[in-house]
Nanobody, 124 residues
């Protein structure tokens, strides 16, 4: 499975961005897709996840109510709509996928496939 992330950029606080994660290859083996982020000097942290069939969805407390994860089945693409962005959201965002139903979706070590990161910078 190959993942291609895109959509990062620079935005002012309060603004919005939409990240995309296009999957290709053996996508039928994917169980769940997630987004993680890593700010400078910090550990990679869970942001959101979605089952490959489109639901259920999961969010970190820090983004709940502001971010929405969704999936376009026809395009094998997962989106992360980010609204009301804050400077604390500044990070490199990574999409990832795993193939096991028993994986810990909140733990980046349980993901098998990773896209390249896309940088999100929120200015105050």
């Amino acid at each position: 499975v190959q993942l291609q992330a895109s959509g990062g950029g620079v935005v002012q606080a309060g603004g919005s961005l939409r990240l995309s994660c296009a999957a290709s290859g053996r996508t039928f083996s994917v169980y769940e897709t997630g987004w993680f982020r890593q700010a400078p000097g910090k550990e990679r942290e869970f942001v959101s996840a979605i089952a490959w069939r489109g639901s259920p969805t999961y969010y970190a407390q820090a983004v709940k109510g502001r971010f929405t994860i969704s999936r376009d089945h026809a395009k094998n693409t997962v989106f992360l709509q980010m609204n009301s962005l804050k400077p604390d959201d500044t990070a490199v965002y990574y999409c990832a996928a795993h193939s096991r139903g028993y994986s810990d979706r909140y733990n980046y070590a349980d993901y098998d496939y990773w896209g390249q990161g896309t940088l999100v910078t929120v200015s105050s």
